[in-house]
Structures are given as C-alpha cells and as structure tokens.
C-alpha cells in the first residue's frame, strides 16, 4: 500500500471523494483473484458477501465501488507500474505463512475404468462405482478430478469420486 500512497489522490476536489485505498486495493485483489472483469466486480460485490467483508463494504452504510472507479485505480496502477510490486508484496506476506499465490491451475476429470464383474461374495457390483456414458461408450467404475499448479506441477486437491 505504501508504493501506491503518493499517487492515489486524496480528494478535497470538485465531484466524489475517492474511495478509501484499502477498500479499492482489496476490491482489486479480489478481481484479479477470481478473474472477474470490472463490471463483475462490482456486482460481486452486491452477490457475494464473503467478497463484500473481504473488501470491507457494509451495504446499509454505503453502494460498492462501481466499475469506472475501478477502471481508474487500474490506469493509475498501470501508469505508475505498481501491479508487480503490489503482487510481489502479497506474496512475501503469503510466503510468511507458508503460503503462495499463483496464475493457473490445470485441471482434469479422468474416468478411472474398473471391470464390470459381478464376482465379489455378494454376487454384486462394488456400491462405490458407476457407470456413465461418453460419447457412445459407457464406462464403469470412478471419476478423479485433480488439480496442478500450472507454473510448479504442484498437485492440490486431488479428489475421487464415485458418483459421476
């Protein structure tokens, strides 16, 4: 926040006192978090109140920073280079309690085949798999859904299901 401090303006002029920069620092943070464009944002902030406490807007006090105020704490971001070293700032905080943010995630959903056979004690099939049909095959058994760190290869949350 401290390398933004000496351009964000602090208002005393003609039209809207500018929003506090914590609050549109964090409105930010959450955009570039979920990939949301500035007028998603903004009715994010209306949708979501895990988004609202995170940026701070209590809506019986105040309306959400609308997307043109966002729009232009991009530019001034832009103009002065800030982008990086704000990132960079969010992520040594992170890396402080051994966490990390990064861009990309991969993710696949992967059909775990088993065989059919009705050959167990009871003469059934197991409870836990099931069948679905992609394209014109049906397929028996599981769905894995796994997700990789696109930069790292990290693997994070891998997940099993039966139910397809």
């Not at 394209?135 to 397809?164: C, E, T, Y």
Request: glycine share 8%; net charge positive; aromatic share 6%.
């Amino acid at each position: 926040m401290k390398v933004i401090v000496p351009h964000y303006p602090i208002g005393g002029g003609p039209g809207r006192p500018p929003i506090g920069l914590k609050r549109i620092l964090r409105m930010y943070i959450a955009q570039q978090c979920f990939g949301l464009s500035d007028e998603t944002a903004e009715d994010a902030i209306y949708d979501s109140q895990a988004i609202r406490r995170f940026v701070g807007i209590g809506l019986n006090r105040e309306a959400a920073p609308d997307a043109t105020t966002l729009l232009k704490f991009h530019h001034l971001l832009e103009v002065h280079q800030l982008t990086e070293s704000i990132f960079n700032a969010i992520n040594a905080h992170l890396a402080e309690k051994g966490l990390f943010l990064r861009e990309g995630i991969i993710v696949d959903a992967a059909l775990i085949a088993a065989p059919t056979s009705t050959k167990n004690k009871a003469r059934k099939r197991d409870a836990e798999m099931h069948q679905t049909k992609k394209g014109n095959q049906w397929h028996f058994g599981m769905k894995a859904h796994i997700g990789v760190d696109a930069q790292s290869g990290l693997v994070h949350k891998p997940s099993i299901h039966s139910r397809w």
